[in-house]
Nanobody, 126 residues
């Protein structure tokens, strides 16, 4: 059973930076695509960023391009989301997600992901 645990969320002022981490236990994730999603109060879960198995390919939602960077350290079984120039509209619960076994590429929709973490709260004050 794969478990994904996110960390790093907290309250930060607009313009600040945070780095979220997602650590996996139960199975190596070095061969699977990973992603970050977020859900604001009253809104649907939204795709943020995706990364392929090697880290050589990434994809971002337009609203975070140039501000967020997804990366991975397969030796540590960990995926990161570096968030810079944060805005109040980035406030949400951020979820890490893993694609299934053998799915090494980028995932663009929620159905592309098989395992989900419990989320970490990011709050950006104005």
């Amino acid at each position: 059973q794969v478990q994904l645990v996110e960390s790093g969320g907290r309250l930060v002022q607009a313009g600040g930076s945070l780095r979220l981490s997602c650590s996996a236990t139960g199975r190596t994730l070095s061969s699977t695509g990973m992603g970050w999603w977020r859900q604001a109060p009253g809104a649907e879960r939204e795709f943020v960023a995706a990364i392929n198995w090697s880290g050589g390919s990434t994809y971002y939602v337009d609203s975070v391009k140039g501000r967020f960077t997804i990366s991975r350290d397969n030796a540590k079984n960990t995926v990161y989301l570096q968030m810079n120039r944060l805005k109040p509209e980035d406030t949400a619960v951020y979820y890490c997600a893993s694609r299934g076994v053998g799915a090494s590429g980028l995932g663009y929709s929620a159905r592309d992901y098989y395992y989900w973490g419990q989320g970490t709260q990011v709050t950006v004050s104005s």
